[in-house]
Structures are given as structure tokens and as C-alpha cells.
């Protein structure tokens, strides 16, 4: 007979209400002093803690709840304080100077943790650091669990291989002595959870997803040297976001139990758990939940699944939960969310997970009949959830397309010489990303507007007012290709979601992004139609204003989908589709209103891409086919610009130049002309903008440091292609910095354009 458990393998943090956000942002504004913030963090720790015991888990974690972000506890654990913090003597204020940056250093990089859209700060490694066990984490939030809620919890840590991968600052052939360094703080750590008399531990090691063979072979000789020092505490080497390459090799890591993910992993763990089996005297920690998604689990059909694996397989013990940790779904349905009953009723967040793993539980121990009642519930909510989203006969349909669809009439080069005679732009054109200040004034006005405080005629009237004056600003400074700002938009995905068929948005389903940060991703419930224009007035009347060219503006169906909970009865290529078909109407009734620029911006793109190099290639290839989609309809004179934020484009170029846009602006001002340097070997022959200015700090830099960066792009860049625009949107900044680096990136261009006049003449 197989013991079966419901474990969990991380909460949220924010909490019901945003406690947690408010109780650190409070802190950071010396509205609360610092006793008062520990109590209230310890609190809201607890809470989490007792929402899992609550539903019946029956391993519940600790210490995956943090102040800020999980990574940063681990370097800060063992010490990794970069020399720029090294004056602060505080601990915990070296903590938020690392999260947050101080007036003179600049905090830690933040990056993606793997494919979610939760981002960590990445560890940095300097040759003077002297690693230490700073504290026990770990054990302290153990403690604090047995003391206040009489239970025994399991403390998570992030495992060493995965830690050091995530890092930077040290060279591949440094990689072993790191090792070395590192190992002995871990067997300390875990030794003091042995002495304390935990029984298990959880090492997330989702980096080993994709360690290769002699990677994987290291990684078992950190688990090897634990072992042998740590003998008698029961480890859960933990991984997840896909399938493990390496399975045979893991399944003989020297451990207690092994955590796979059998949501995210296309069916690969299963096939390999089956043709290669899994040790007897190891628990299977199987993650059969969706922990990256908040629809309702099929439980009729997942406990068919775990019953005949436990069948099969036969281990002793079994630990079913969600597939990662429940940190990527918002923390329960709030009793005041406001949503259609019938979607209402087929979501689950991390509480409702939580539910559904005691239910399966039941079942497996049981048999079906024990939770009968609970699938026929959950059948006839998914049942109804497949109908109320399903739209008319006019939803368009993939065998409808043909190549025509995905591919713009006349190719790249004829386009631009038509393009140059009917835009007449000059040489080195400049140019925005599309947004421009959200003042407190523009957020105000959006909130009475919400609040229906003002009818949509005076918040009309506020929105044109807004951009009369953004026009005016714009000519002012002299650029020569304008936007009319985006005031109408809190989110660029939202704004979009909010004017489609098929998107929901609910009222409290937040999800951490990064430290107090939280959003709100929409859920696509539905199929996505096109209903009516969406930002057509808005560029029409900005365009009324100017004689110069103004841009429309528009997400693209990539970015759309990536930063959304997607349903889960169609692929993501054909979720993609369907918005990239909505989106190409907008782009048609664009164009048909005398728009002649239109960008499609795809920032979410590169973060999209599989953990594994070898499913690239297909999430590119149908990511292109979207953007083209929704692009490629367009007359030759049309100018399609996309735009992407982030530096590491080489990864992408091919891509890039797939989707055939005539333009594209990207960030670039950060990357000290690495991609300059890949692109003397690998040119790119489209339009492009590289960003030359740093749009995240309030600094605004001198024209000439602007034009430096310039010149640099032009000995690798063709000249009569050659854009000159900021790296981003430029919401987030205040107008004053906003016109002044405006004002000196134009007469950058203008210098540029002088200096290549003379070496013509
Ligand atoms: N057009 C958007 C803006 O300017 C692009 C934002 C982004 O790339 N994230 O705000
Ligand atoms: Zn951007």
C-alpha cells in the first residue's frame, strides 16, 4: 500500500489583501517603524502557513516566504554582500539596499526566474567575498511555525546548483571552487536542521531541468558530500518548469525524494518514469497540479492519471502537489471579486489548489466515489466555462489562413525606397516608444473616470488635452516621427484585453512580479475576437493636430498572451492567432484612417521562450507567424515598426528579422555595444532603432554622450535605416527630464546627420 501525502511546494507571499506589499512599502517610507514591519511579516508568514494547514496539506513549506525575493535571502544567507553594500551595517538595510539600490549604488540586477514572469535579483560573485552562514533562515522559520502554530513544517532552500547558475560574476572554469567554498555552508545549514530535528528539507533545483549530462554528474556530487555529513535528514531535491533531461542520472542523487513536474513537461517525465522506473525506497513528489495557472483541475481526469501511475509504479510513498510553487497564482478568490459566475466558478488560485490536492488525496485513498460529488461540480463548471467563452461563427479559424496572410506583398527593400518617397522622413530619423509621462494628473483623472466620478465626455476632453499638449511638446523639440502618448492606457496589455472579446479581468487576483511589485495578468477565458477599433480615435486625433507623421500603437499578440493567464483547451499558437487576427483589424482600420506608422510592439516575446534550446525553434517560428499575422495585410507604404525591451537580442536576431517589420526600436543603451560588436558579424539590414538613452533613471545624459552612441551604431548599421529613439516608453519619468533628453537626443540626430553630410560632400 502506497502512503499518500499532499504537499506544497511554496505559497504566495503578498497576501489575501496586498498586506505584505503594504506593510514593506509603509516600512520603506518610515510610515511604520521597523518593529512594527517584523511583526507584521511575521504575521503574514504565519497566515500563509495556516492557509495550507487549513485546506489539509499536509506538508506545508517555510522560508519560501521572504521580505523581498528568495534568491536575494539565499546570497545574503551565505554572505554574497557586493563590496558597493559593504558599508551599510545594518543587515537588514543591506538587504533592501541590495533589492532596492541606495543613492550611490545601484541594486542588484533583476531578471526573469526562468520562463515565469516572476523576476529575481541575480547573485553576484566577487573575489573578495568571504562566504559565511549568515543565519539560518530556514531554521528560524521552522522554529517560528512550531512555536506559534504547533506544527512541523518543511523548510525550502534554494538548492546550490541552481543558486550558482542564476549568478554572475565569475568564470566557468571558477564554477568547482565555488562549489567547493559553498558546500561546507550548506551541510552546516542543513546540519543545525538536523540537530533541530526536522524531518524533511526541499532543495529546489529547477536549473537541473536543463543541466547537461556532466553538469547533472556535479550537481550529484554536491547531494553526495551533503549526504555524507548529513545523514539522517530526509532531502526533497525539488524540480520543476519542465522535464529533466537527465532523468536517469537524478533518480540515483543521493537523496530521500524526488520532485518532478508532470504539468509543464509535454508528458516526458511520465514516459521516462515509465520506461525507466523510479527507485522503491524514494518518495515520488509528483506535481500534478497546475501551478502556473488558475483554472479549476479536472480532478476526474488527474486522479484517473495518479491512480494508475501509483498502480504502476508502486513506490512506498507518494506526495501529490501543485507542479511548482504557488507563487505564480494569486493567493485565493476573494469574497469580493467581481466576476461572471460562471468564470468564478472554474477558477482556482493557490487556496483553491490547495483544496483540490486533499480532494485527490481522498480519491486515491478512497477510490472515486469518495469525491463523486466534487467532480460532478468541477465537471459541469469546466463544461459550462468551454461554452460561455466560445464566440460566433464569424471566430476565425486557422485553416482559414493562407501564406498571403503571413506575408507582406512586396519584399523589404522595394518597400522602404516606396515608404522613403510617400513618409519623407530625413536621414536618421527620430523618434518615441510610444508613451509618454503618467503624471499623478493623468491618474487621477483615469481614476474619477473609473469611479465614474467624470463621464467619459470629461475624461475625453482631459485625454485630447493631454495630447494636444504632447503634440505641441513634440514639434516643439523637433522630432520627426510623434506619438499621441498613451494617456488613455494604465497597462499595455490591459488596455488591449479590456476592448477584445475573451479577456476577463478580475479585481484582486494579484501575483508578485518583483519585490512589493504586483500585477494583475487578465485571463483569456474565451475565444478573441476583434470588436471594434480600439485606438483609432486616439491617433486620428492625434494626427489631426501635426503635419508630421504620427504613429499608432499597439501590443502585440505575443506580449498580449505572454503576460495573460491563457485557457487551456487551446494551444498558445492558436491563442496567439486569434489575437494576432483581432489585432490585425486594428491594424487595417489604422491604416484606413490615414495612419501611415504603425507599431506592433512585442516586448514580451524573448521571455517567452522555452527553458529547452530544443523547443525554440517552434515557439519562434509560430511567434513570428502571430506578429506577421497581424502586420502583414497592410500596403507597401504602410510603415510596420515593432518594438522590444531588453539587450540580449542575439539569442533572437533570426526571429527578429522573420517578422519582417520595417522598423524596429529596441533597448540597447545599457549593453555597452555588445550587440553592436554581434552585429558587425551577423548585420541586420531592416530598419532599427537602437535606444540611446537609458530610460530607467530620471538622469538625462549630455547630447554628445547620445551621439557617441550613435556614431557607434552607424560603423555597424546602414545609414538610410538607421532610427534614433530612447530605449523605452517613457511613462514612467517625469516631463521636465523627459522633454530635456528629448531635446538632446534630437540634436544628437542633427550632429550625426551633419557629420555624415560632410563625409559625403
Ligand atoms: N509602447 C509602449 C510604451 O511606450 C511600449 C512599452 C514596453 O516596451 N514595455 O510604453
Ligand atoms: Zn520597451
Request: aromatic share 10%.
Amino acid at each position: 500500500m502506497t502512503v499518500v501525502k499532499t504537499s506544497s511546494l511554496g505559497f504566495p507571499r503578498i497576501g489575501l489583501n496586498r498586506e505584505w506589499k503594504k506593510s514593506l512599502e509603509s516600512y520603506w517610507k518610515e510610515k511604520i517603524d521597523r518593529e512594527t514591519f517584523l511583526q507584521e511579516m511575521d504575521k503574514q508568514f504565519l497566515e500563509a502557513v495556516k492557509t495550507q494547514l487549513d485546506q489539509q496539506i499536509d506538508i506545508v513549506p517555510v522560508s519560501d516566504f521572504t521580505y523581498y525575493d528568495h534568491v536575494l535571502d539565499t546570497a545574503v544567507m551565505f554572505n554574497l554582500i557586493p563590496e558597493r553594500f559593504k558599508h551599510i551595517q545594518d543587515p537588514l538595510d543591506t538587504y533592501f539596499a541590495m533589492a532596492r539600490g541606495t543613492r550611490n549604488a545601484v541594486p542588484c540586477e533583476m531578471t526573469k526566474w526562468f520562463n515565469t514572469n516572476y523576476h529575481y535579483l541575480v547573485p553576484e560573485f566577487e573575489k573578495s567575498m568571504e562566504f559565511r552562514l549568515t543565519k539560518n533562515k530556514p531554521l528560524e522559520a521552522y522554529r517560528k511555525a512550531k512555536a506559534f502554530l504547533g506544527v512541523e513544517t518543511k523548510p525550502v532552500i534554494l538548492g546550490l546548483y541552481t543558486f550558482v547558475t542564476l549568478a554572475k560574476g565569475y568564470e566557468k572554469q571558477e564554477v568547482a571552487s565555488i562549489y567547493q567554498q559553498l558546500i561546507p555552508l550548506y551541510i552546516q545549514l542543513l546540519q543545525e536542521l538536523e540537530l533541530e530535528g526536522v524531518r524533511w528539507v526541499q532543495i529546489d533545483e529547477p536549473a537541473l531541468v536543463t543541466a547537461s549530462r556532466e553538469e547533472i554528474a556535479a550537481a550529484k556530487e554536491i547531494y553526495q558530500a551533503i549526504k555524507d555529513e548529513v545523514p539522517t535528514l530526509n532531502v526533497l531535491l525539488q524540480t520543476y518548469f519542465d522535464s529533466v533531461d537527465e532523468y536517469e542520472e537524478l533518480i540515483s542523487f543521493p537523496v530521500e525524494g524526488i520532485g518532478l513536474d508532470f504539468v509543464h513537461d509535454q508528458g516526458k517525465n511520465l514516459e521516462q518514469l515509465k520506461s525507466l522506473g523510479f527507485p522503491k525506497n524514494k518518495v515520488l513528489a509528483a506535481g500534478i497540479l497546475d501551478g502556473r495557472n488558475i483554472w479549476k483541475t479536472n480532478l476526474e481526469e488527474r486522479l484517473d492519471w495518479i491512480t494508475e501511475l501509483v498502480s504502476e509504479i508502486r513506490v512506498s510513498e507518494i506526495w501529490i502537489q501543485p507542479s511548482n510553487s504557488l507563487l505564480h497564482v494569486p493567493v485565493a478568490i476573494h469574497p469580493d471579486e467581481q466576476l461572471a459566475k460562471d468564470l468564478l466558478n472554474g477558477l482556482a488560485f493557490a487556496k483553491e489548489k490547495c483544496v483540490e490536492l486533499h480532494l485527490l488525496k481522498e480519491g486515491l485513498l478512497s477510490g472515486k466515489a469518495a469525491i463523486g460529488e466534487q467532480i460532478n461540480n468541477v465537471n459541469r463548471h469546466l463544461d459550462i466555462l468551454k461554452h460561455f467563452g466560445t464566440a460566433t461563427d464569424q471566430t476565425f479559424t486557422e485553416e482559414q489562413l493562407t501564406e498571403k496572410d503571413f506575408t507582406r506583398e512586396t519584399a523589404y527593400e522595394k518597400r522602404l525606397t516606396l515608404q522613403n518617397e510617400s513618409l519623407g522622413l530625413p536621414l536618421l530619423p527620430t523618434t518615441t516608444i510610444g508613451s509618454f509621462p503618467q503624471t499623478a494628473e493623468v491618474r487621477s483623472a483615469r481614476q474619477k473616470w473609473r469611479k465614474q466620478e467624470w463621464s467619459d465626455g470629461e475624461y475625453e476632453a482631459f485625454i485630447k488635452a493631454e495630447m494636444n499638449k504632447w503634440i505641441d511638446i513634440q514639434e516643439d523639440i523637433g522630432l520627426d516621427v510623434l506619438v499621441h502618448g498613451e494617456f488613455e492606457r494604465t497597462d499595455m496589455v490591459e488596455y488591449f484585453g479590456e476592448k477584445l472579446a475573451g479577456f476577463a479581468f478580475t479585481k484582486f487576483g494579484w501575483v508578485q512580479s518583483y519585490g512589493s511589485r504586483c500585477v494583475r495578468p487578465p485571463l483569456i477565458y474565451g475565444d478573441v475576437e476583434f470588436k471594434e477599433p480600439m485606438t483609432v480615435k486616439e491617433t486620428v486625433y492625434a494626427q489631426s493636430l501635426t503635419s508630421k507623421k504620427v504613429k499608432g500603437m499597439l501590443t502585440g499578440p505575443v506580449t498580449i498572451l505572454n503576460w495573460s493567464f491563457a485557457r487551456c483547451d487551446l494551444s498558445r499558437k492558436e491563442i496567439a492567432f486569434q489575437i494576432a487576427y483581432a489585432l490585425k483589424k486594428e491594424v487595417e482600420a489604422l491604416e484606413k484612417a490615414g495612419i501611415q506608422i504603425i507599431q506592433v510592439d512585442e516586448p514580451a516575446l524573448r521571455e517567452g521562450l522555452p527553458l529547452k534550446e530544443r523547443d525554440w525553434n517552434d515557439y519562434l517560428t509560430w511567434a513570428a507567424q502571430a506578429f506577421r499575422l497581424s502586420t502583414s495585410s497592410v500596403q507597401d507604404t504602410t510603415q510596420i515598426h515593432t518594438h522590444m525591451c531588453y539587450s540580449h537580442f542575439e539569442d533572437i536576431v533570426d526571429t527578429i528579422e522573420e517578422l519582417d517589420a520595417d522598423v524596429i526600436t529596441i533597448e540597447h543603451s545599457r549593453s555597452h555595444g555588445e550587440f553592436l560588436e554581434y552585429l558587425e558579424h551577423r548585420p541586420y539590414l531592416k530598419g532599427l532603432g537602437l535606444g540611446v538613452y537609458d530610460i530607467h533613471s530620471p538622469r538625462v545624459p549630455p547630447a554628445s554622450e547620445m551621439l557617441t552612441i550613435i556614431c557607434d551604431a552607424l560603423k555597424v548599421c546602414p545609414k538610410d535605416r538607421f532610427w534614433v529613439n530612447p530605449d523605452c516608453g517613457l511613462k514612467t519619468r517625469q516631463p521636465e527630464e523627459t522633454i530635456a533628453a528629448l531635446k538632446n537626443m534630437v540634436e544628437a540626430a542633427k550632429q550625426a546627420r551633419d557629420s555624415l553630410a560632410q563625409t559625403v560632400s
